[in-house]
């Protein structure tokens, strides 16, 4: 009889131990995928409001918030820029936008193709006048020709929390500069020869002399070559005598911008250099990716993620060299 | 084969005839199962271009593939074919398949050799879709194969067809470059690069948002010889990466002419030619 009512006893404890655990596991999953607050926002100079995405690649935990996106407040409306890696943290950015001003969003401005700083601007598309797109006057044709792949890739990295991410081209395509007015705060953009995509733009506000380089400038994460090596060098060396009053980068924190541009320069001209040695010395790509730009490994994040991949892109370009 | 027992049995029960309309839409290349495993795809191209041949696998001792384990850039994956010709006499490598099975062109390539080539070797980049086995078969002159694979883990390479700069890609096209190691040594293998300037890809429907269309564009064949013999051909498309990039062999008897004549799928013709003097190069 104690026998019976002993194990009994055990079954209900197990069963009540394994409810427990469930409901809680349930609990923490339903927490973590409920965070649709607004996106904590720092103001980096009076209007100027910028998110610091996590120094991570996108998955399922971020859901895509990998890059540094924000907006900047007008008297008659706000420019977002760059919208997050999923259309989820385009709505908390939307929300943030909403949390800091009434005003309406009229500009969205992408500054260039990749996916942690486009997929989110299906949650700006609402409302009954929904804001302008903008970007490079070669945006448009480098989402056409990424855009599928970026979809898969998204579905895979981020899954079901990526639901409702689309693609959307710019309205408003930007040769070489255009200046666009919040309501007594021109910003003034700036579209890039082939540096870090073949699309960069970058946003000056003038009101602060903010500069807003996106990725053209990368700090603590990996530089990622996606353009052209010699043509971001070459942006860089015209960067450096510019004189903002503050600058935003694409990854990291930028605060000391002379300092993350000088360590930006080193990395891409030892990648440069010893891409070219090793092309010289016969070497094949393979061989180059394993011995180029060991020595930069640890002052990066995400080394093992991109330098690679950067190595390849360079033999690629420089190969073609005399 | 399993296929055609399934089709000559009869159904004697409704499972039965399931299981015979699944084979036969597999079989079609309809099912969703199609793909389900390299199995089926290979089974497909090998049917396709080698019929019914006796086909040695794992035959390391005749061809090597050298591919990463991981690929760094699915656009573009190198790989190295090394073959050894059997010692008999007047047999030598005439041909080299190349095959990824997961690609949506699983056959990719199909290089041929003459005994100018010296060594039926070659290096090239490919672009790769979905994590696959590659498969590098050798056939001999006297037609006999030999099959090696590697297994790849990249994705995304042929659906990422745009290169890093569309415009100076386009600006480029049809630039070609010889690149030879020198003090070159006649009557020996020597090693030649030919490098391609060419968007190689495969083209995308026209995105209906952004009325943005790539048509397809890629190099579809290569002939280089040297001294007016040929030394090297290839039948590609765009599994080939972007500025197709080869590096292979020849042997020169004497002073002479390398020279590559390309055309891509718009049948556009491109020439380029490098002079080989008393074992120094000249232009």
């Given at each position: 009889m104690s026998r019976i009512g002993g194990s009994l006893r055990r079954v209900i404890f197990g069963t009540l131990c394994h409810l427990t655990v469930t409901v809680a596991c349930l609990a923490s999953l339903a927490l973590a995928g409920s965070d649709d607050g607004p996106l904590p926002m720092q103001q980096?100079?009076?209007?100027v409001y910028m998110h610091a995405g996590h120094?991570?690649?996108?998955d399922a935990v971020n859901h895509g918030d990998i890059a540094n996106i924000g907006f900047i407040v007008g008297e008659r409306c706000v420019a977002v820029i760059d919208s997050g890696g999923s259309r989820q943290i385009g709505e908390r950015l939307r929300r943030a936008v909403r949390a800091a001003t009434p005003?309406?969003?009229c500009y969205v401005i992408n500054t260039h193709v990749h996916p942690d700083h486009v997929?989110?601007?299906?949650?700006?598309?609402?409302?009954p006048t929904p804001p302008v797109f903008v970007g490079h006057a070669r945006l448009a044709a480098a989402l056409a020709a990424r855009g599928a792949n970026y979809q898969r890739a998204l579905l895979r990295d981020v899954?079901?929390?990526?639901?409702?991410s689309e693609i959307v081209p710019p309205d408003v395509a930007v040769d070489r500069t255009l200046t666009l007015d919040l309501g007594g705060r021109p910003l003034q953009l700036r579209a890039w020869p082939t540096?870090?995509?073949d699309n960069d733009l970058s946003i000056l506000?003038?009101?602060?002399?903010?500069?807003?380089?996106s990725d053209l400038l990368f700090a603590g994460h990996t530089p990622v070559v996606d353009g052209s090596l010699r043509g971001w060098l070459a942006v860089i060396a015209e960067l450096a005598r510019l004189q903002p009053r503050h600058v935003i980068g694409g990854?990291?924190?930028?605060?000391?911008w002379r300092r993350a541009l000088a360590d930006q320069a080193r990395y891409l001209r030892v990648l440069l250099d010893e891409t070219r040695a090793a092309i010289r010395a016969g070497q094949t790509l393979s061989e180059a990716v394993e011995s180029v730009?060991?020595?930069?490994?640890?002052?990066?994040?995400?080394f093992d993620d991109f330098h690679r991949r950067n190595v390849t892109a360079a033999y690629a370009e420089l190969e073609w060299e005399n | 084969m399993m296929g055609r027992k399934r089709l000559n049995a009869r159904p004697t029960t409704l499972f039965g005839a399931c299981l015979l309309l699944l084979s036969a839409l597999v079989t079609l290349g309809c099912?969703?199962?199609?793909?389900?495993?390299?199995d089926d795809i290979w089974a497909r191209v090998r049917t396709s271009y080698f019929a019914d041949r006796t086909i040695v696998e794992a035959a390391d001792e005749i061809i090597q593939l050298s591919t990463p384990v991981?690929?760094?850039?699915a656009a573009t994956v190198p790989i190295s074919i090394h073959t050894q010709t059997p010692?008999?006499?007047?047999?030598?490598?005439e041909k080299v398949y190349l095959v990824i099975?997961?690609?949506?062109?699983?056959?990719g390539a199909i290089f041929t050799f003459t005994p100018?080539?010296?060594?039926?070797d070659l290096e090239t980049r490919v672009r790769i879709e979905e994590y696959t086995t590659v498969r590098a078969i050798a056939e001999l002159s006297d037609g006999r194969l030999y099959m090696t694979s590697r297994f790849v883990k990249a994705s995304g390479g042929c659906s990422a067809?745009?290169?890093?700069d569309q415009q100076a890609a386009l600006a480029q096209l049809g630039r070609m470059k010889f690149r030879v190691k020198t003090p070159l040594a006649y009557d020996q293998p020597n090693l030649a690069q030919l490098m391609i300037s060419h968007p190689n890809n495969s083209g995308l429907a026209m995105?209906?948002?952004?009325?943005f269309a790539i048509p397809a564009r890629f190099v579809r064949r290569i002939d280089v010889s040297y001294g007016g013999k040929r030394i090297m051909s290839a039948d590609v498309?765009?599994?080939?990466?972007?500025n197709p990039n080869f590096r292979f062999y020849f042997v020169p008897h004497g002073d002479g002419e390398l020279k590559a004549e390309v055309i891509d799928s718009h049948d556009t013709r491109f020439e380029t030619s490098l002079a080989v003097r008393g074992g120094a190069i000249g232009n």
């Open positions: 980096v100079a009076q209007g120094q991570a690649t996108s005003l309406p969003v997929f989110g601007n299906a949650a700006f598309r609402t409302g899954g079901a929390a990526a639901a409702g540096a870090h995509t506000d003038e009101t602060t002399g903010t500069l807003w380089l990854h990291g924190d930028a605060s000391d730009g060991q020595s930069e490994r640890e002052r990066w994040l995400l | 099912g969703p199962a199609a793909y389900a495993s390299d991981r690929a760094e850039d010692a008999e006499k007047g047999v030598f490598v099975d997961h690609n949506p062109s699983p056959m100018d080539s010296g060594r039926a067809p745009a290169g890093k995105d209906q948002l952004t009325r498309d765009f599994t080939i990466s972007e």
